[in-house]
């Protein structure tokens, strides 16, 4: 099975930079993706690693260790529009085929 | 292309009747995946397929969830009987399976409520 976690909530300032951790335990690892939900809204994709290191992508930036079965979403220059739940999601090879399982995600709010 | 489309998009039912939820994927892509998305438990995955093949069904909460596939455009998540603890909301959502990212795109979603 996987196991996924991540802070549940998350507040930082407008203009300011914060780090939203996630750690997984899986098998036939294979890929964690980062994905935005807005309130009411369906998940989109953000961001997909599957080497270790850095990814940056505007604004956003995403870290993996593979060893240590860690990553990171960084935002920069928070806006308020960033307000809404992050979403890590780790793809792991199931008999051939790629299953992806996500974690509960953490609710970042962005305050003036 | 008109992305993932579910219907309907909000179900409010009462306890013991049945539920009929739809998907159409993106045109082109191979895999589609039903997840249920609560506060408590957040986007648990129900099922998945891939060409129209159910591939794991482990995340069906028991017997009375189904899902089919007839078809490469084509997807149903049936509650038969519906209870209060169904309440949700069920993602659907396709990607092109292939060596790379398998990127979910998701639908809409449809909003369930059992009274």
């Known amino acids: 099975g996987q196991n996924i976690d991540q802070p549940t909530e998350m507040t930082a300032t407008e203009g300011a930079i914060v780090q939203i951790n996630c750690t997984y335990q899986?098998?036939?690892?294979?890929?964690l993706f980062w994905y935005q939900q807005h309130a009411g809204e369906a998940p989109t994709f953000l961001s997909y690693?599957?080497?270790?290191g850095l990814e940056e992508k505007g604004r956003f930036s995403s870290f993996l260790s593979r060893s240590k079965g860690y990553s990171y979403l960084l935002l920069k220059e928070l806006q308020m529009k960033d307000s809404a739940s992050y979403l890590c999601?780790?793809?792991?090879?199931?008999?051939?085929?790629?299953?992806?399982?996500f974690g509960t995600g953490t609710k970042l709010q962005v305050i003036p | 292309d008109a992305g993932v489309i579910q219907s309907p998009r909000h179900e409010v039912t009462e306890m013991g009747q049945e539920v009929t939820l739809r998907c159409k994927p993106i045109?082109?892509?191979?895999?589609l995946f039903w997840y249920r998305q609560t506060m408590m438990r957040g986007l648990e995955l129900l099922i998945y397929?891939?060409?129209?093949?159910?591939?794991?069904d482990s995340g069906m909460p028991e017997d009375r969830f189904s899902a089919k596939m007839p078809n490469a455009s084509f997807s149903t998540l049936k509650i038969q009987p519906s209870e209060p603890r169904d309440s949700a909301v069920y993602f659907c959502?396709?990607?092109?399976?292939?060596?790379?990212?398998?990127?979910?795109?998701f639908g809409a979603g449809s909003r369930l409520t059992v009274l």
């Open positions: 999601a780790v793809s792991a090879d199931s008999g051939g085929y790629q299953k992806v399982t």
């Open positions: 690693n599957v080497l270790d």
């Open positions: 899986t098998s036939g690892f294979n890929g």
């Open positions: 397929f891939n060409n129209n093949v159910p591939i794991d």
């Open positions: 045109s082109g892509h191979n895999s």
């Open positions: 959502a396709s990607s092109q399976h292939s060596s790379g990212a398998n990127v979910l795109t």
